[in-house]
Nanobody
């Protein structure tokens, strides 16, 4: 099983980025997919998740209204559209997969390698 995150980069405050995660999970549609992030000097935190069918999405308060998760179960991909980016969004972003709907990183079975997002002021 492998998760490959991509799409990070340097963007000015107010800009947008779209992260993608390609999963080599045979039963991808059975997994809740989530995004976490880890800022320099801070612990990894939950950003958002999308349930197996894509019907439900949950986000941490700081990104609500700015970030949107989506998934394509036919392509085994999950995306995170990030708009109105702020310097405090700077972090390494990780995609993760879990068999259950969860916010704790301890509940996630598979992790991508992370992609760096840097938002300049």
């Amino acid at each position: 099983v492998q998760l490959q995150a991509s799409g990070g980069g340097l963007v000015q405050a107010g800009g947008s980025l779209r992260l993608s995660c390609a999963a080599s999970i045979p039963t991808f549609s059975s997994y809740t997919m989530a995004w976490f992030r880890q800022a320099p000097g801070k612990e990894r935190e939950f950003v958002g998740m999308i349930t197996r069918s894509g019907g439900l999405k949950y986000y941490t308060d700081s990104v609500k209204g700015r970030f949107t998760a989506s998934r394509d179960n036919a392509e085994n991909t999950v995306d995170l559209q990030m708009n109105s980016l702020k310097p405090e969004d700077t972090a390494i972003y990780y995609c993760a997969a879990a068999l259950f709907c969860a916010r704790s990183e301890n509940d996630y079975d598979y992790w991508g390698q992370g992609t760096l997002v840097t938002v300049s002021s």
